[in-house]
């Protein structure tokens, strides 16, 4: 089975002294990089849809009461995924 790397996020990288857009070269590259080695990625947003920028497979959360259960879906649909490819 394909291991499944979940990333949690509440907004695009930042951080000072850092510029931002090479944060998020960065990032992309970084999952291109995981993806290859065949490692499935999977961002979900907190109030926030920047995972989209980053991550092939994403979903948002618009309430933190929602995290348990998206959580859990993410999870249970990433396993059947790699179930039906292996």
């Known amino acids: 089975m394909k291991p499944i790397m979940i990333v949690f996020s ?3 990288p930042s951080s000072m002294p850092e510029n931002d857009v090479a944060l998020a070269t960065h990032l ?7 993806e290859s080695a065949g490692i499935a990625t999977v961002g979900v947003g907190i109030c926030t849809r920047a995972v989209e920028q980053f991550y092939p497979r994403f979903t948002v959360i ?13 999870i249970r649909d990433a396993l ?5 490819r292996s």
């Open 80 to 84: 059947r995924s790699a179930r039906r």
């Open 28 to 34: 992309r590259r970084t999952v291109e990089r995981i």
């Open 10 to 12: 509440d907004g695009s």
């Open 62 to 74: 618009q309430q933190v009461v929602d995290l348990v259960g998206t959580s859990y879906t993410v």
